[in-house]
Every structure is written in structure tokens, then in C-alpha cells.
């Protein structure tokens, strides 16, 4: 069980320029869940920012997508199945009123 688009979308506020972008946005794949959306997603903007950063001069560097968290490797008894739960991020700079978000820099 996962959240879907339209349950997302409509947390956030009405009129909004992400929330109408969101709401337009195609299905995901089937078999996608959000959740592996946003961990897929976070997790190469985590890579491009540090790819990125590499040709940029202290003070200009993205410091807004750290990389994720890792918990211990667990298998499960049943099936045998091996995961860990891994915990994504962003840091933002942010408008008092909530309607600009950037990244800040390091």
C-alpha cells in the first residue's frame, strides 16, 4: 500500500504551480509505487548533485540533496529476502511564506 498521485497532490495547496503540475502529471508506471518514485528520484538528484559539484568553487556548491541514510542489511525469515531501509532527504532554503524553495549552498 502507498500513497497515490492524487492523494499527494492534494496536500498540497490549492492553486499552487507544483500542485497543478502534479496533478497533470502522467500515472507512474505499473508496479511503481510513490514511495520508489521518490526514493529512485532523490537518490540520482543526490548523484547529479555531487557529479555537479564537482567543477564548482566552494561557496557555489548544491548543498540541497544529501546522500541517503542506510540501515542495516535485514533478511526476512519467510521468503529469504534481503533489504534495509534507506532514509532520503532535502535541505531547502525557504520562503517564510512557503512559495519559493531553493537550495542552499555550501
Do not use: C
Request: hydrophobic share 45%; proline share 6%; no cysteine.
Amino acid at each position: 500500500m502507498d500513497l497515490t498521485i492524487a492523494e499527494f497532490a492534494a496536500q498540497l495547496p490549492a492553486g499552487d504551480l507544483v500542485r497543478r503540475w502534479w496533478e497533470t502529471a502522467a500515472a507512474l508506471p505499473a508496479d511503481v509505487t510513490m514511495n520508489e518514485f521518490f526514493a529512485k528520484t532523490l537518490k540520482a538528484t543526490s548523484d547529479a548533485q555531487r557529479t555537479k559539484n564537482g567543477n564548482l568553487a566552494a561557496g557555489s556548491r548544491i548543498d540541497g540533496y544529501p546522500s541517503p541514510t542506510n540501515e542495516p542489511v535485514t533478511i526476512d525469515a519467510a521468503t529469504g529476502m534481503q533489504s534495509f531501509v534507506a532514509t532520503y532527504s532535502v535541505r531547502s532554503r525557504v520562503a517564510v511564506n512557503l512559495d519559493v524553495a531553493i537550495s542552499p549552498l555550501a
